[in-house]
Structure formats: C-alpha cells, structure tokens
C-alpha cells in the first residue's frame, strides 16, 4: 500500500484525535452538568448518544492505530480490506459526530420543553427526525445533503 496509505490512516488518525477532544469536552460540559432523571427523556437521548459517539470514536481510533501499526511495518497483506472497512467507520462515526451536533442544538432551542410530555414529545421527534428514524428523510442531516459530502470526503 505504501505511502499514500499510511497517509490516509493519519488523516484518519487526526479525526480521531480531534473528535476523541471533542469527546472529551460534551463528556465534561454535558453529561456532568446536565444529569438525566426519568422525567428528562431529551436529556437521557442526548447523553446516551453522546455515549455511544464516544465509544464509536475510541474503537475507530483503537482500529486506526493497529492498521497504522501494520503498515508501518509492512504487514498489509494480512487484511487488504481493512483501509475500507476503515473508511466505512470512518463515514458512520462522522454521521453520528454530525446527529450529536445537530441533537444538542435540538436540545439547546427546547430549553423549556425538556420535561414531562412535552420532553418525551420532543425525544420522539429528534430519534425520529434527526436519528436516523423513518422520518429522517424530511429533516435532520439528510434535509442539508450532509450524508453526501462525508461519504465524498472519506
């Protein structure tokens, strides 16, 4: 694979580190000063989210580090399509990077709308319009062509 390769998993590597700070900063602003209760559905669909993205990002940085091992070392040979299979990681981890920007903003504009009914109301219409749910074609990242460009920019 060479160069170019190797080049390609730094940059990846780079995403990692700086969504792994990213991580880092929702972890310590959000999840700490902003604890869910059974009556607070938007605020437990946010801080699981931000949860699983932070899980996402740590196995996708883990899984760029062996491969960069490996082809610093010469052994690409053992799995030729791992540089693809990271780079399919690579485009779901920025989708979910872009559904928990989009989600906090959610969250940020229904400041008064996070309890009760009208906080489940609000947690139902982000999963489904903003998660990947079956309405999502009308709205959320889809509605700004967003998917196009991170698939054309892994």
Known sequence: MGDSSLSLLQQALDFA???CNICDRLSNNFVKNHPATPNEPLTSLVQKHIKALIIDIQDLRSD???LVAKEQQGETDSCPTSPVISTIRLA??????FETLELLEFYKDCEHERVGPEGALNALFATTHILNGPGALRGGRIHYNQDF??????
């Open 64 to 66: 760029i580090l062996v």
């Open 92 to 97: 779901e981890v920025k989708i979910r990077l």
């Open 17 to 19: 580190n700086l969504s």
């Open 149 to 154: 460009f991170l698939w054309a920019s892994s």
